[in-house]
């Protein structure tokens, strides 16, 4: 098994694990929300001034107010931490960036308002070809090859001058900024920011699945409220 998909698998088992650990953790501090004489499910639908109803606003308020202050707080400790590293310009992750979704779906999912979407196809367009993207990095388009179910398509910058520099550096989407705080993003070996990935990556894991599962809820609650 080569190093890359020795990475992006055991990323993925990880990330699984500890997205169920999440989970249980932050059902479980709903749970103590949850008033006497209660029975539903918190994503039921309450009549309003019940006190289903208040369980649900009280979470929401949880939700907002201290576990997402708690988890962005960390996430910007990891983010300042990354500072102590530096970015060796090989710009790899510029020319090479990998999606299941086709440009046609990422555009519709930017329409309806994905955000991590929109930001994508600001600046990334796909290649002809998996031959053209194979030239930037070959083991991780063979990697890709055969060992991925459905579609995987590749993009590139234009942005990206010939001498590996962002043409646009002050308006970079945070996407860009953020790099490569990504819970799927595999590094290559010359990355200047594989020792601090590796350093961070099951705390970091850790608030991306709790800022996940804290998403799921907000929506869900605002659907029922
Ligand atoms: S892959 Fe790493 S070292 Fe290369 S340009 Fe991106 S952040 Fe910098
Ligand atoms: S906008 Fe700049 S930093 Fe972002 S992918 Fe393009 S070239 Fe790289």
Known sequence: MN??????????ALYREIFLKSVDEIQKRLEELRPDGVDGELLDT????????KWQEKALTVLNDEISHDVYRKLHEILAYREMFKCQGCATCCRLACSEF????????AANGDNFAKQF?????????????????????????????GDVYFYHCPKLTEDNRCSD???????????PDNPLAVLPDKCGYRAWKDEI?????????????????KEKLKEVL
Do not use: W
């Open 46 to 53: 309450y009549a309003s001034e019940s006190a289903g109803r």
């Open 121 to 149: 196809t600001s600046v990334f367009i796909p290649y002809e070809s998996i031959e053209e993207a194979e030239t930037v990095y070959p083991e991780y388009i063979e990697l890709l090859r055969g060992k991925v179910e």
């Open 3 to 12: 190093t890359v998909e020795q990475q992006l698998n055991m990323q993925k």
């Open 201 to 217: 990556n099951p705390v970091a894991l850790m608030l991306h699945s709790m800022v996940e599962i804290i998403d799921f809820y």
């Open 102 to 109: 086709s440009p046609e779906e990422l555009k519709l999912k």
């Open 169 to 179: 550096y002050e308006n970079r989407p945070q996407i860009c900024r953020d790099f």
